[in-house]
C-alpha cells in the first residue's frame, strides 16, 4: 500500500503547537501588580485536557475563555513546562501536571475539558471550579474523568506546606462548582 502523505493527526498537532507558539491563544496572566497564588493543575488522564479562566464580568456574554494550561499527548509536546516550586508533589504524572499562578483576593472561575481519544466514541466531558484564592497560598485543582469522557468532575484543595517539604492538601471551603461545556453557563454560577 502506498503512502498517500501526512494523516491528520501529525498535521492536528503541528497546527495546534504552531498556532500555541505564534501566541495566537488567548493565554491566562495575572494582571501586572496584582497579587497571586500559585496553583497545581492535574487530570488522570493522558488525553488532551484544556484547563480555561473564564471572567463573569461581562455577562450575560462573558468573554472568551483565556487558556490556563494544557495536557495531554499532543498539548505536552509543546514544550517543557516552567515549574513553580510548589510543596509537595503531584499524585499524577509530570505530562498530566501543570503549574501555574492566579490572581488572588477574588472569584476565579476555572472551566476543565477533555474529549475522549479514538477508538472511543467522540464525546467531551466539562466541569468547572470557582474559588477565591489566598495571596501567597498554594493550591490544586484535581480533574478526574471516566475512559469515555461521560462523567468528569473538578475540586480544589488548599496545600498546607509541611516542613519535609510534603504537603496537606485540605478541600478549599470556598470552592464552588459550576456547568462549564459553555462559556455561557459561568453567568448562571456567579
Known sequence: ???????????????????????????YRVPSGAPAASVRLMTDTDDNTTFTVVDPAKCPVPARPLVLAGTGKQLSAIGKD???????????????????????????????????????????????????????????????????????SAQVLRLHPLPSGGARPVVEPTQQGFRALRKEYVCQAS
Open 82 to 152: 516552567r515549574g513553580l516550586d510548589m510543596a509537595g508533589s503531584s499524585p499524577e504524572a509530570p505530562s498530566r501536571t501543570r503549574e501555574r499562578q492566579v490572581e488572588a483576593g477574588r472569584r476565579i472561575y476555572v472551566g476543565v475539558s477533555s474529549m475522549a481519544a479514538p477508538p472511543a466514541p467522540e464525546l467531551r466531558c466539562a466541569a468547572g471550579v470557582s474559588f477565591v484564592p489566598e495571596a501567597g497560598a498554594q493550591y490544586e485543582i484535581r480533574y478526574k474523568r471516566d475512559e469515555t469522557a461521560s462523567q468528569c
Open 1 to 27: 500500500m502506498r503512502n498517500q502523505g501526512l494523516t491528520a493527526v501529525p498535521i492536528l498537532t503541528m497546527l495546534v503547537a504552531a498556532v500555541m507558539a505564534a501566541g495566537c491563544v488567548a493565554q
